[in-house]
């Protein structure tokens, strides 16, 4: 492997995380619009209570991503942010967006008009940033653009559309799932129910996306049908997600959590992989577009220490604030 792999694999393992973490923030977010019925109130709490110990550490992973390919693929990094400028900065604003409208709500009057308004602003920004990312994924995915034919909005796209809804139905699903092992009685019984229409959801569009992606993104279709690793990779990620559906229909909500996890995880990486060694369809692969090897030696021995320090920080965070007994760590007594 060389050093520009090995820093396009980091990145893979960063996105990968990512998902998993601001995935079901995002998701959380979108299940806060569905929230209904006599224990509306509740959900939309368990919700709140979910996302607001950590949440915003979870940009971490997205920053991390970003700098990465700024430092050690250079001319990509300014294609891709030229060509998809506006669905970046849609995704920025969502994000940002999001944020102010979820510690505004927290700390503004708790009249039901002003919670309301607040929520609907937070839900918005909720499903404008997965759906950006997901069109920023699904136009890397399509590819084949030259040059003079990336215009600021060439990106408006049936594919890169569709794998935007996708990433917030499966966000949704993520979220629901790991909401159903941090809720109890007919609460849980709720998120279980939005976990099973959310994976029905996620089945569908994974349908059409694969359906449309023959037409509108062939490399991304060779790549998932043609190469050595495509069942093996395929099959891992229909058991994960038959797993968690099944799981979830027996009530074993940590087996369907880590199943859950486990197909977010495949799905990144099965995108990543059909796609390499592309950066950016035609111009840039992972070799043509890398840094001087030295800048690349560098940059992996920086992750490598920010690593030593960052994994054990956040394993801390997400120690106190999200386990079994948070409170053991920060007060033993």
Do not use: C
């Amino acid at each position: 492997m060389s050093a520009a792999e090995g820093v396009a694999g980091v990145m893979v393992i960063a996105l990968v995380v990512y998902g998993l973490t601001a995935g079901a923030d995002f998701g959380g977010g979108i299940l806060d619009i569905v929230a209904h019925g006599p224990r509306a109130k509740e959900q939309r709490a368990a919700i709140e209570q979910a996302i607001a110990p950590i949440w915003e550490a979870n940009h971490v992973w997205l920053i991390l991503v970003l700098v990465l390919l700024f430092v050690a693929f250079p001319e990509a990094f300014a294609a891709i942010s030229t060509w998809l400028f506006v669905p970046i900065l849609l995704l920025v604003v969502g994000i940002v967006i999001r944020g102010a409208a979820f510690v505004f709500r927290a700390y503004d009057v708790h009249t039901d008009t002003v919670q309301r308004r607040w929520g609907r602003i937070f839900s918005a920004a909720s499903v404008l940033a997965p759906f950006m990312l997901g069109v920023v994924v699904g136009s890397l995915a399509r590819g084949d653009a030259t040059p003079a034919e990336r215009g600021w909005f060439s990106w408006v796209s049936p594919f890169p559309f569709i794998t935007g809804g996708f990433a917030v139905a499966l966000f949704a699903f993520l979220a629901a799932v790991y909401l159903t092992v941090e809720t109890e009685g007919a609460l849980r019984e709720d998120f279980r129910r939005r976990a099973l229409w959310a994976g029905i959801s996620v089945f569908a569009l994974a349908a059409a996306t694969g359906a449309i992606s023959a037409v509108e993104a062939p490399l991304v279709f060779a790549g998932l049908t043609r190469r050595w690793f495509s069942l093996p990779l395929q099959g891992a990620t229909a058991v994960a997600a038959i797993g968690a559906f099944a799981a979830l229909f027996t009530r074993r909500f940590r087996l369907a959590r880590l199943a859950a996890a486990a197909q977010v995880s495949l799905i990144v990486v099965g995108w990543a992989a059909s796609q390499y060694p592309w950066l950016l369809v035609p111009d840039y692969t992972i070799a043509s577009a890398a840094a001087p090897r030295i800048t690349l030696v560098l940059l992996l021995w920086a992750v490598t220490a920010g690593a030593v320090f960052l994994v054990p920080a956040l394993w801390l965070l997400f120690r106190v604030f999200k386990g079994r007994h948070p409170s053991s760590v920060a007060d033993p007594n």
